[in-house]
Each structure stands twice: as structure tokens, then as C-alpha cells.
């Protein structure tokens, strides 16, 4: 059965460091979304991403994130300076009609 | 105003009965709904969906739906310890957004033996 992974399943990084998460979106689906959760949180909408450009995003999804779907398969979220804050589970998801399904999540750790 | 409303619980179950959910959102924008199951530590994996006002039955699990009422729940018949999990409720599209995806915080279910 197709799935969204992700990698890297953790990663560890030093406040103010450049982070890349990386995302496979199941084959055939054209929406793409990356959410996350802090722990014992909710799960937090971040961005959306349709057609090569992005469709929503939150007030979360500031300067400091993008984007980029580079080739025909990967679809990245990139983090530019992190901060203490942003240390979450990271969950891609992708979408068709009207069912979305989740990656495994990457576990970023500020330190 | 929370936007999807969830009672955090936990809602204990005993193994055989059934888990009644509840979720109720604040935006009548909003036109698809979703049920979610969250493992400690894992992903959201997708339940169900629904998006026209009554109910919708997949297995031990159906999803009711009120519009008028801006609620949604979800019934797990036959309760299985397997079933112990949070489950998310969400809502896709707002007043402002149409394609943006809001969680509840969860509701935990603990299904004792």
C-alpha cells in the first residue's frame, strides 16, 4: 500500500542552524502538507502546497520557513535560523479527493 | 472560542462496549470532516471521513454529522484494548480558508480488559 515517508526520523540540531525535512508524498496525490506537533499539543497546520506554489498557510509558516517541491517526487520543508521553539514532530501529509494521509514524522530537536 | 472542540478526557471503555466521541467546531464555512486516530509517539492515521449530514459506517467505527448543529462524532462499537489511542477530530476549510486543515486537541480513549 502506498505511503508518505520521511526522513530523517530525528534530527538534532543547534539554535540558529538551517534544518531540511524531507518528505516522499504518495505518487498519484496533488496536495501536499506539512503540519506539527509539539509534544502534547495539538496538531498544528503550517502549509499547504498544490500545483508548485503554495495555497494556505498559517500564521505559524513566517520568513523563517519554505517550501520546495524540487523534483517530481520530494517535497521539502526548510527551517532557516531555528529557534528553542521549534523543537516538535514535523508530519508531512499528502493528499487525494478528499482523504489526506500522514508521514511517520520527523522529530526536530533545538538544543 | 476554540475552533474544533474536543473533550480531552480520557474516556474509559470496557473491552466490548462501545466509545462514543464528540467534536464540535465553531466555523459553519466548514464543509469536510475527519476523524483521526493518534498512537503515543506516531502519526495521525486517517479513520474516516464525512461530509454530508447523517451518518457513515466503515466496520466498529461510524461517523455522525450535525451542520445545523456544528457537530460530529464518532462511535467505536465492540472496543478493542488495540482502540486505546487520542482521537483527533478535523475540519477542513474556514471562513477564510478554504483548503486549511484545523485538529482538535484530541480526545484519549482507554479501553480496559
Known amino acids: 500500500e502506498p505511503e508518505v515517508t520521511q526522513t530523517p526520523s530525528h534530527q538534532v540540531t543547534q539554535m540558529g542552524q538551517e534544518v531540511i525535512l524531507r518528505c516522499v508524498p504518495i505518487s498519484n496525490h496533488l496536495y501536499f502538507y506539512w503540519y506539527r506537533q509539539i509534544l502534547g499539543q495539538k496538531v498544528e497546520f503550517l502549509v499547504s502546497f498544490y500545483n508548485n506554489e503554495i495555497s494556505e498557510k498559517s500564521e505559524i509558516f513566517d520568513d523563517q520557513f519554505s517550501v520546495e517541491r524540487p523534483d517530481g517526487s520530494n517535497f521539502t520543508l526548510k527551517i532557516r535560523s531555528t529557534k528553542l521553539e521549534d523543537s516538535a514532530m514535523y508530519f508531512c501529509?499528502?493528499?487525494?479527493?478528499?482523504?489526506?494521509?500522514f508521514g511517520p514524522g520527523t522529530r526536530l530537536t533545538v538544543t | 472560542q476554540k475552533e474544533v472542540e474536543q473533550n480531552s478526557g480520557p474516556l474509559s471503555v470496557p473491552e466490548g462496549a462501545i466509545a462514543s466521541l464528540n467534536c464540535t467546531y465553531s466555523d459553519r464555512v466548514s464543509q469536510s470532516f475527519f476523524w483521526y486516530r493518534q498512537y503515543s509517539g506516531k502519526s495521525p492515521e486517517l479513520i474516516m471521513s464525512?461530509?454530508?449530514?447523517g451518518d457513515k459506517e466503515d466496520g466498529r467505527f461510524t461517523a455522525q454529522l450535525n451542520k445545523a448543529s456544528q457537530y460530529v462524532s464518532l462511535l467505536i462499537r465492540d472496543s478493542q484494548p488495540s482502540d486505546s489511542a487520542t482521537y483527533l477530530c478535523?475540519?477542513?476549510?474556514?471562513?477564510?480558508?478554504?483548503?486549511?486543515?484545523?485538529f482538535g486537541a484530541g480526545t484519549q480513549v482507554v479501553v480496559t480488559p
Open positions: 478535523a475540519l477542513r476549510g474556514t471562513t477564510d480558508s478554504w483548503g486549511k486543515f484545523q
Open positions: 501529509a499528502s493528499m487525494t479527493g478528499h482523504e489526506q494521509y
Open positions: 464525512i461530509y454530508s449530514n
